[in-house]
């Protein structure tokens, strides 16, 4: 059975104003578009994105559609599963996205720098446990006492981390333990080699800290700043 796009819109119950019409459209070549909040631009995104598979025979793994926030990420997802559900019922065609880059640019780029980072051999390279913020700091505050005792430093050190690196001499091991995560993602950042450093300087509280470093590197985990300078 054909299938026109007005057919899921009026099943949809969606009655695109010119503008969105002309954008859902639109297939011929990159397209800019400046829309303000509640103009839609969720609504269009799902459209045009249903209009190139169903009605332009592109592939759904050869789609990239990002968002900023993952609530808009979420309605686009359950969206195209709906209405392409909507479009099998006509074309008795099924629709597969679990290929497609959907979702936060965020979440996205972290997929493509997982799945296409460099291996030994180059040979594809076993599943990437990639911790966000989130999970860092839960790990490092799991492995402190170790990290510290490396480091040569004592449990009652962190008031002198915190005052190094924060200019506090506050006793909170929560605020030690973040101030020394965002030192050890600059340290990734800048490709840093903890041994070549500790034996260039000659700041005894730097040398700790670039100890603790060097082993939170041998430790199994991953975070985005590691993976950058692929260490991971």
Request: glycine fraction near 6%.
């Amino acid at each position: 059975m054909s299938l026109q796009i007005d057919q899921l819109w009026e099943a949809a119950g969606f009655d695109p104003n010119r503008e969105q019409r002309k954008a859902i459209l639109h297939v011929d070549g990159p397209l800019f578009l400046t829309a303000g909040p509640g103009s839609g631009k969720t609504r269009v995104l799902l459209w045009r994105t249903l209009n190139l598979i169903v009605f332009n025979n592109v592939l759904p793994e050869q789609i990239f559609l990002g968002t900023f926030t993952e609530k808009a990420a979420l309605q686009l997802k359950e969206g195209l599963i709906a209405y392409l559900s909507e479009a099998t019922r006509f074309t008795e065609r099924p629709y597969d996205i679990s290929r497609m880059l959907l979702g936060t640019v965020h979440s996205i780029c972290r997929r493509l720098l997982s799945d296409r980072r460099f291996s030994i051999g180059r040979m594809r390279p076993a599943h990437l446990s990639l911790a966000d913020d989130l999970e860092q700091y839960f790990f490092v505050l799991r492995n402190w006492h170790e990290l510290i005792s490396t480091g040569g430093l004592g449990v009652t050190d962190v008031t002198d981390i915190n005052q190094y690196l924060s200019d506090n001499g506050s006793t909170s091991r929560h605020r030690a333990v973040a101030a020394v995560i965002a030192l050890f993602n600059r340290f990734s950042e800048e490709c840093l080699v903890p041994d070549a450093c500790i034996r260039k300087t000659r700041d005894p509280i730097l040398k700790k800290l670039l100890r603790m470093y060097a082993a939170y590197k041998g430790m199994q985990i991953t975070d985005l700043s590691l993976l950058q300078q692929g260490c991971a």
